[in-house]
């Protein structure tokens, strides 16, 4: 495990293309800002679930059953399950054609 | 609430929410062995049949040890996200959650949130530069530019601790769930689930244990969907009536419709959440089957995959508690004399598959609940093995240059020394309450292998003093505070007030863990520190173009 790469100094022209600043600036920002919102909505729920708990018990509307607690949290599955899809198109498409163009640029 | 209330060990993981307190009788009652269940015993002895069959088929495709640990990095992106749902699957979260659902409604839906929001985390932080930079384990990427082995040797003991704690919760949870279902002696049953775990792992090594987790992922996800719509239908599809109907039965009326007393104060709320979300991250079972897959595209497929089963499942159970309410509440069959649920409040979702499908049915959902015992232990005896051969004897012990056939040799005498200590501590822990083993194997892997892993891959100035110290206090802190805390210090240990006020120690053991390794990397200025530094440029390009990455072995 302790071979980096093919060889030594590969990396060093990878890590110089500008190819590959793009893939990794662009992912990144992409990656930091889904994890963003998704700890955010689950400690905002955390916390509302902790401090007022009050606001997930309400109902929907008056006389229904069904609260907004129920809502929410059916929600967040949902959002979470979409937020993963959302990384995984764009890193599948968008990243994985910068990426193959990285490995293309690097082996000229 | 009776003495019947929680008292199969399965709901260890339930431990997790309910508190301390409601856990004090998870698994101190006693279980009353049940009449032997013919169909359910019928139908586990076909599945049965099909996984030793797949085992056979599994032992002659696996040849190297790259077959052994990962499966010749083979599986499928969406293979593998049904394995990896299938570890989260277990027979815990499907009885234990329904259970929750049906005693306090709401906050069953909070249990499982937890559970969810590590997989979109792992999926944009880790899933892709671990499957670029590691082979068969999590250590593999925690060491890649650090000192092989001493942090090889702190994340084997890592891996060693959340596995023991984690089998030794489910060997006596299968023991007490098949006693109730199948009508079979406790020691019968631990013996059985140890020796067909060793038998999956030993003979079929990762190909086996992911077409076990398949399969049953696959039938339970197939039982639990049956169920949900046939409430459902019970309800003409309106989730209020459901709601309707239930809070009208319920004994705590409009309260099961908002959150309850599960988390008692925002630090144990926040210290929970947190366990949950990054100790998924750390679990070595879950982190290992990111190398079954050819590449980062793949290991990105499962956990989308696997995300929208998890999700999809916990709507499931919240129907199928909701439905409990209503269907099995009411109905004195399902109630012995003093009106508590036969079996205890776990058995609702068995009870309520007997309400909508018969016995034939009901027999189906029990082999379904031993199957998901059987996959879970295999995924976690492989685990533990692989932390021992790849980790200890190949990394630490010979130094990255071991024999692979003598390496794959060790780790099947592993299983078969952790199938045996399994199921003698199964048998030995029977009457112990076990349930806070979950809660700390989630604790541990927050604050000792996630907190090392992580930092592994995204922060430069890491060292392997840093790590290995920072690391190593995480994991103290975490057990330090489980036992000093509610659960074991006050119910195990009988003292009377916990030095530790809280049930969970996450949010301080991952802090002390993170602090850890900060302070003690950027104080090391050796120069094997620097070296480690100057290779990080490398390991980050590796990790994000997946050049040099292990691939898939074709046969």
């Not at chain 1, 400690?43 to 679930?49: E, N």
């Not at chain 1, 990384?87 to 293309?104: C, M, Q």
Request: with cysteine; aromatic share 10%; net charge positive.
């Amino acid at each position: 495990m302790s071979r980096l790469t093919h060889n030594d100094t590969q990396w060093r022209d990878i890590q110089r293309n500008a190819s590959f600043q793009e893939l990794v600036q662009k992912r990144s920002r992409f990656a930091m800002t889904l994890s963003i919102i998704m700890l955010g909505l689950y400690m905002a729920f955390i916390l509302l679930i902790a401090f007022a708990p009050g606001v997930l018990g309400t109902p929907l509307a008056s006389g229904m059953t069904t609260t907004w607690g129920i809502l929410i949290g059916l929600g967040l599955i949902l959002v979470a399950i979409a937020l993963t899809g959302l990384y995984v198109r764009r890193a599948n498409g968008e990243f994985d054609r910068l990426n193959a163009r990285v490995l293309e640029e690097i082996k000229r | 609430m009776n003495i019947a209330f929680f008292k199969l060990a399965l709901v260890v993981a339930g431990s997790l929410l309910t508190g301390a307190t409601a856990m004090a009788d998870a698994l101190t009652g006693p279980v009353t062995q049940q009449a032997l269940n013919v169909p359910a015993i019928i139908m586990f002895l076909i599945f049965v049949g099909i996984t030793l069959y797949i085992t056979w088929w599994a032992s002659k495709k696996t040849r190297s040890a790259s077959d052994y640990y990962a499966a010749g990095g083979n599986i499928t992106g969406f293979q593998n996200g049904l394995a990896i749902s299938g570890d989260f699957m277990s027979a815990a979260s499907f009885l234990g959650i329904s259970a929750l659902v049906f005693t306090s409604g709401y906050d069953g839906l909070i249990y499982s949130m937890g559970f969810l929001v590590g997989w979109p985390m792992i999926m944009f932080l880790i899933a892709e530069r671990l499957r670029n930079l590691g082979r068969y384990t999590f250590a593999d990427v925690a060491s890649f530019r650090l000192s092989k082995r001493p942090v090889r040797t702190l994340s084997a003991f890592g891996s060693l601790a959340v596995v023991a704690l984690y089998l030794i919760a489910q060997m006596v949870g299968a023991g007490k769930l098949i006693q109730l279902l199948f009508g079979l002696n406790y020691h019968i049953a631990v013996v059985v689930v140890g020796a067909l775990m060793v038998c999956y792992v030993l003979f079929g090594g990762m190909l086996a244990t992911t077409w076990v987790q398949m399969i049953k992922a696959a039938i339970l996800l197939f039982g639990a969907s049956f169920m949900a719509l046939m409430v459902l239908i019970h309800v003409d599809f309106s989730l209020e009536g459901l709601f309707n109907e239930a809070v009208a039965v319920h004994a705590n009326g409009a309260s099961i419709m908002s959150p309850g007393g599960l988390v008692k104060d925002p630090i144990s709320a926040i210290s929970l959440g947190l366990a949950l979300m990054f100790g998924t991250a750390g679990l070595p079972h879950i982190l290992m089957r990111f190398f079954t897959v050819g590449n980062a595209k793949e290991a990105r497929k499962s956990v989308f995959v696997a995300t929208g089963f998890i999700g999809y499942f916990y709507i499931l159970t919240f129907i199928i508690g909701f439905g409990a309410i209503i269907l099995v509440s009411t109905n004195p069959a399902f109630q012995d004399s003093t009106g508590a649920i036969i079996g205890g409040n776990n058995m609702v979702a068995v009870h309520l598959a007997n309400a909508v499908g018969g016995s034939i049915f009901l027999g189906f959902i029990s082999a379904v609940a031993f199957a998901t015992i059987l996959a879970v232990v295999a995924g976690l005896a492989l685990a533990g093995a692989s932390a021992i051969s790849h980790d200890l004897y190949a990394g630490v012990l010979k130094k990255d240059n071991a024999d692979e056939k003598k390496e794959v040799r060790i780790s099947k005498i592993s299983v078969l020394v952790l199938g045996v200590v399994a199921i003698v501590l199964g048998i030995a822990f029977e009457t112990q309450n076990v349930a806070f083993m979950v809660g700390l194997a989630f604790s541990i892997a927050a604050s000792c292998n996630f907190p090392v892993l992580l930092l592994s891959m995204y922060w430069r100035r890491l060292t392997t003093r840093g790590a290995v110290i920072g690391g190593g206090l995480g994991l103290v802190t975490a057990i330090a505070l489980m036992i000093l805390g509610p659960t074991i210090w006050v119910q195990v240990l009988g003292h009377a007030t916990p030095i530790y006020p809280y049930d969970y120690p996450a949010l301080f053991s991952m802090a002390v863990a993170f602090i850890g390794i900060w302070l003690f990397s950027v104080t090391d200025h050796s120069a094997a520190a620097k070296r480690e530094r100057d290779l990080f440029d490398a390991q980050f390009v590796r990790s994000q173009t997946g050049i040099g990455a292990s691939g898939s072995v074709a046969h």
